[in-house]
Structures are given as C-alpha cells and as structure tokens.
C-alpha cells in the first residue's frame, strides 16, 4: 500500500450552544470551502516539495506539536525508520474515499476540482462506511437538553467512550469497526494507489487510534481541526501494526 491522506471537511456554520452534530448533514460554510482549497494545495505542494521524502510532521498535518507526539510515538514502535524515509512518501493520491454525507462530497468535489486544475486526475467514491458517528436521539441536542432527559448519561458515555451507546446511536467501538472495514476494502481494490480519506472528525480519531495501536478511551484527545489533514505511511490500515 502506497499509503493514506486523511483529510477532515471544512468548517460547519458556527454552533454555539454546542449542540451535537453526529451525522446530521450539515452543509460547509464558505470559509470551510475555502479551507478545503487551500488543504488540497498544500497536499499538492508537499508531495511535490517532498519528492518521496516525508516533509516535517507539522506541516503534513497542520496540527504542530500534538501531531508529532503521536506520529513520534509510532515512530517508536518502527512506523518511521531513519533511512528509509524515502519509501514513505507523502505521495500523490489517485482516489478520494468519503463519507457519504454532503459536507463531505463537496469537500471531495473542491479537491477534485484543485488537483484537476493542477492536471492531476482524481476519482470520488462516497462510502457510507467514512459517516460520522450516529447520536441517535443527542443529535441536535445540548449537554443540558441531554442531561435533563436521561440524567447521568453523559457521564457514561465519558467512562466509556468505546462502547457507550446514545439512544438509536452507535458506539465508537462501531465506528471503528465499520470505518476499517472501508478502508480494508477499498485498499484490496487499489493495493498499490495512495488513497485520500475524506471524513469526520469522530471517524478520523477511530482511525488514528486503530493506526497508533491507542486505545479508544483516547478517542478524543486526537486533535482534529478543522480541514486538517494527515499523511499515514505505505501500510494496510487492517495490520495490527504501522511498518
């Protein structure tokens, strides 16, 4: 396996009271639209600057120092060895792999349509695999809303951030299964192509803590900004282990 961008969707509208957004299908702002502009360049910019070397943590994810924790991490654990950075790329996507839902098919369309002008062909296939978490009965709720109507629930899903289920929800546990299972499949189609994952913020966390070999308890201690995007060295994303 060539390797795997993941890239997270542009900005949503502001949401003060902090309601949850699970798999409501919410559409990007125009400044989400333009993030995703300007990720898709840099993505171009560093394969090309990096010429098959991996560029520095912090530029290939866009999250500083909390991304070269966790990458350094897996460095420990043999994902990134001195002197073999060559096989690593970043190297150009062929295939844009997205969640189903819309904020993530446009945010697929505006990479498409930059690679495009660069003159590099990219093909889209939406896969429900790639949603966000279901809330089931949260969605558009507030903490509060939450609390008053199943008192003590909240917590719960806090100590038990793998399985906790919301009412007519789904657990991160699912989530991750169902998410690995996409990759795994579109990575036996493409065995040799770098792919690129466009997805949520709740998805891209299971991922990392399956590529990281960190337990989901950690699920939301992975920053994921908006945008931001991530390159995983040349492995199958079911190995138990990075390379």
């Given at each position: 396996?060539?390797?795997?961008?993941?890239?997270?969707?542009?900005?949503?509208?502001?949401?003060?009271?902090?309601?949850?957004?699970?798999?409501?299908?919410?559409?990007?702002?125009?400044?989400?639209?333009?993030?995703?502009?300007?990720?898709?360049?840099?993505l171009l910019t560093e394969c090309g600057a990096a010429n098959g070397l991996p560029p520095s943590v912090a530029a290939a994810t866009g999250q500083g120092r909390h991304a070269w924790t966790a990458v350094a991490e897996a460095a420990e654990r043999g994902?990134?060895?001195?002197?073999?950075?060559?096989?690593?790329?970043?190297?150009?996507?062929?295939?844009?792999?997205?969640?189903?839902?819309?904020?993530?098919?446009?945010?697929?369309?505006?990479?498409?349509?930059?690679?495009?002008?660069?003159?590099?062909?990219?093909?889209?296939?939406p896969d429900a695999g790639l949603r966000e978490i279901s809330l089931g009965l949260w969605e558009g709720l507030t903490v509060a809303e939450v609390e008053s109507r199943w008192p003590g629930s909240h917590a719960a899903r806090g100590a038990d951030m793998a399985g906790f289920v919301p009412p007519q929800g789904e657990s991160f546990a699912a989530v991750q299964a169902r998410a690995v299972a996409c990759v795994e499949r579109w990575q036996a189609r493409y065995p040799d192509e770098c792919l690129l994952l466009v997805s949520h913020a709740g998805v891209l966390r299971t991922l990392l803590c399956h590529w990281l070999a960190l337990p989901l308890a950690e699920v939301m201690r992975i920053p994921q900004h908006y945008a931001c995007r991530i390159w995983l060295p040349g492995q199958d994303i079911g190995e138990s282990t990075p390379l």
């Open positions: 396996m060539a390797g795997l961008w993941l890239l997270r969707h542009g900005s949503l509208p502001p949401n003060p009271e902090r309601r949850f957004v699970g798999a409501r299908d919410i559409a990007l702002t125009a400044a989400g639209r333009e993030q995703i502009r300007q990720a898709a360049r840099a994902a990134l060895r001195e002197g073999e950075s060559g096989r690593y790329g970043p190297f150009l996507p062929r295939y844009i792999i997205c969640s189903d839902l819309g904020r993530c098919r446009e945010s697929a369309r505006l990479v498409q349509e930059v690679f495009h002008a660069r003159g590099h062909a990219i093909d889209i296939f």
